[in-house]
């Protein structure tokens, strides 16, 4: 079974511009969460998506925003770049029984505002 | 407030002895706890997981160990081999209306794990 993928691996970008970012999910997972990495803070929650709607966000600005499509496949899109918004952001997919939250991570898009 | 806590940022031990990493969390609701083997610029490595009726789980080299009253866990590596040397994150979620958990891990800062051949 093919893994978690996203795209672009690498992205430059310019303040004040806008990026989105895609994440394919394990085949038949339905739940796709989104992280932010960075050197200071770590890896945190940005949020997550189950059947095309959003049941949990982090304490991220609303410049953060995501969504889900019927394929399961998600998007999470960053407006108004910043400087700090540089990092690396990882996608993770869960299978859709229940009985705990093992999420399978992609292997991230490095995200670099100059 | 770092609800999940790995206070050793580092961790170096021979090849073939035991590691032991640790994680410490504050938040009683967390139920599901996970450790995440990672390496530079990609992404995280499921190991190995526990919930939080069980004080024990075992995958090959792999132990998981909690304490739910000192809010304390630990993975033990054993024997330790070069190939384990990376970032090692604990991380924990908690359940929400009682039904499947919600998606959300909160994550450690991580160890870094150095194996000495």
């Known amino acids: 079974k093919a893994g978690v993928t996203q795209t672009p691996r690498y992205l430059i970008k310019t303040r004040g511009q806008q990026v989105t970012l895609s994440c394919s999910p394990i085949?038949?997972?339905?739940?796709v969460s989104w992280y932010q990495q960075t050197p200071g803070q770590g890896l945190q929650f940005l949020f997550e998506y189950f059947s095309e709607t959003q049941r949990n966000k982090g304490n991220f600005p609303g410049r953060f925003s995501g969504r889900q499509f019927s394929n399961s496949r998600s998007e999470m899109n960053v407006s108004t770049l910043e400087l700090g918004d540089s990092a690396l952001y990882l996608c993770?997919?869960?299978?859709?029984w229940g009985g705990g939250d093992t999420q399978y991570f992609g292997p991230g898009t490095r995200l670099t505002v100059l | 407030d770092q609800q999940v806590k790995q206070n050793s940022p580092s961790l170096s031990v021979q090849e073939g002895r035991i590691s032991i990493l640790n994680c410490d969390y504050t938040n009683s609701m967390f139920d599901y706890f996970l450790w995440y083997k990672k390496y530079p610029a990609e992404g995280p490595t499921f190991l190995i997981s526990i919930s939080s009726i069980k004080d024990k789980n075992e995958d090959g080299r792999f132990t998981v160990f909690l304490n739910k009253s000192a809010k304390h866990l630990s993975l033990h590596i054993v024997p330790s081999q070069p190939g384990d040397s990376a970032v090692y994150f604990c991380a924990a979620s908690a359940k929400m209306h009682g039904s499947s958990n919600t998606g959300k891990l909160i994550f450690g800062q991580g160890t870094t794990l150095q194996v000495k051949p």
């Open positions: 085949s038949g997972h339905r739940s």
């Open positions: 993770a997919s869960s299978p859709p």
